[in-house]
């Protein structure tokens, strides 16, 4: 590999970048990697920590109104926007050391460049105007907002990016999109006090996910004061003479606020990146197409992570880093399984859920029976809050395979992951019942379904 510069060159220091360029460090390579702004990448920076930092920011209204129940005297309470946006600036800060500190121990060489590709091998670093080669070129580059720019003053809008910096909260703000960015979002406005809108074009938030927990989750965000448009969008954005915006809605409504937030879907980091110029071959939406070992149609460039648009999630990236490292660097060729995903929603009430939705099941088993579980959790009992917690769990009534798992309420994202060890095993619906409950929690619903809620069958085809 001498005849190169570096044995790999990683573009992109975020989630699976990082790990790409560390474990192939590891096996021995000579590795560079360039970031053009800031390392750890989406889920660092602005995405799940600083998200999930905000949520927790968000639940303590809903915990001191909670609290009287419990005899507790909560005196008046006040929220500060700045204080939480620097004490998250700086946790974030502090993880960003870690990640450039790990990268130069595993004997990494960090660029703070944009970088671009300019042949097979060929990388340009734009901030010091030098081309470097390597043997393999490994595209890391995520993704970012997508914005409808057909939509009129689309400018005067926020997205993801700006809200986890703005300079004051929000007291009013509107989020267009449907998608778990989105309601995450306005959970988190709304719980910090804001008067938040959600639009959205479909028929129902969260598509993709159990229409039980759709339906569920959004009653329940409008019980929190939430107000849910959906079969709508933004036609024309104002900016009125006070600083406010002003949206107007296909239907002819308007809604006014302080900030519109636009979380209607994210693109691959591809434009300009010289993949054209290398001959590596797009996607419609400018994914890079892979294969099953992440390599593209140029032999020595990969692509993982966001920018290929398989499962967008961190820990997703991740593993297509190591994987990557592991089959070119490590001698140990590996494939990443993408079935049987955990995910969580971080919504308010939370998501977590793993395998196939009711809709999924009976479209791909002949007998699928339904077990579903809907109950106030303990916790809300002396509360008073008016929540229920949803569990389901959807079975191949052929097998007794649990096919799908599906739990809406308080710590449901913990709960998936354990679930999917489950699943991924391939527990049946009597290795679930052959498991002593845990008591008193919410999750000894799990193992105490007895009798199918509903049996979808098939007729045997004639
Ligand atoms: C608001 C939000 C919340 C999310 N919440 C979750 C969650 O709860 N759980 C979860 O699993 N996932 C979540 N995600 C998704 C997750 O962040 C991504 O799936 C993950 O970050 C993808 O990792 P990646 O390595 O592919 O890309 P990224 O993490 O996006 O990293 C790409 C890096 O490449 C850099 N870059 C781009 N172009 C160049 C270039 N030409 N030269 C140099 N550097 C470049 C970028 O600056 C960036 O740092 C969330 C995303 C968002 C936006």
């Not at 309470?77 to 974030?92: C, G, H, R, V, Y």
């Not at 670093?125 to 995520?142: F, P, Q």
């Not at 689309?154 to 007291?171: D, G, M, Q, R």
């Not at 719980?191 to 074009?201: F, I, K």
Request: charge should be negative.
């Amino acid at each position: 590999m001498a005849d190169y510069d570096y044995d790999l060159f990683v573009i992109g220091a975020g989630s699976g970048g990082v790990r790409a360029a560390r474990i192939a460090a590891t096996h021995g390579a000579r590795v560079a990697i360039a970031e053009e702004y800031r390392y750890g990448g989406t889920c660092v920076i602005r995405g799940c920590v600083p998200k999930k930092l905000l949520v927790y920011a968000s639940q303590y209204s809903e915990h001191f109104e909670d609290a009287k129940g419990f005899g507790w005297h909560v005196g008046e309470t006040s929220f500060d926007w700045k204080k939480l946006i620097a004490n998250k600036d700086q946790e974030i800060a502090r993880l960003e050391g870690i990640y450039r500190r790990n990268l130069e121990r595993s004997g990494v060489e960090l660029h703070d460049t944009r970088a671009e590709i300019v042949g097979p091998h060929e990388v340009r670093l734009k901030a010091v105007n030098r081309t470097v080669s390597a043997k393999y070129i490994l595209v890391a580059t995520g993704g970012r907002p997508y914005l409808d720019d057909t939509v009129e003053g689309v400018e005067h809008t926020i997205t993801s990016n700006e809200a986890l910096h703005l300079s004051s909260f929000p007291k009013r703000i509107a989020i267009a999109g449907g998608g778990y960015i989105a309601v995450e979002f306005a959970g988190i406005f709304a719980g910090l006090g804001a008067e938040t809108t959600l639009v959205y074009r479909g028929e129902e938030i969260l598509r993709g996910f159990d229409d039980d927990l759709r339906t569920a989750v959004h009653n329940e965000m409008e019980k929190k004061g939430i107000r849910i448009l959906c079969g709508e969008v933004f036609t024309k954005i104002e900016r009125q003479s006070d600083g406010s915006l002003k949206g107007h809605l296909r239907q002819g409504a308007t809604v006014e606020a302080d900030q519109i937030m636009f979380a209607i879907g994210r693109r691959p980091n591809t434009d300009g990146l010289g993949l054209e110029t290398a001959g590596v071959e797009l996607g419609g939406k400018g994914e890079i197409k892979v294969d099953e070992t992440s390599r593209t149609n140029v032999p020595s460039i990969y692509a993982i992570g966001d920018v290929t648009d398989r499962v967008n999630l961190t820990p997703v990236a991740i593993r297509e880093g190591h994987a990557f490292a592991d089959t070119v660097f490590g001698k140990s060729p590996r494939t990443v399984d993408h079935s049987l995903i955990p995910t969580a929603v971080f919504s308010q009430p939370e998501i977590g859920t793993v395998g196939l939705t009711e809709r999924e099941a009976c479209a791909a088993y002949p007998n699928v029976d339904v077990y579903r579980s809907i109950f106030r959790p303990m916790r809300h009992t002396l509360s008073g809050r008016d929540e229920k917690m949803v569990m389901k769990i959807l079975v191949d009534a052929d097998t007794d395979r649990v096919i799908g798992v599906h739990v809406l309420g308080p710590d449901a994202g913990e709960l998936s992951q354990v679930l999917g060890i489950a699943l991924k095993m391939g527990a049946t619906k009597a290795d679930f019942d052959a498991t002593m409950a845990v008591h008193p929690t919410a999750a000894e619903e799990l193992v105490t379904m007895r009798e199918p809620a509903e049996q979808h069958r098939r007729a045997a085809a004639e």
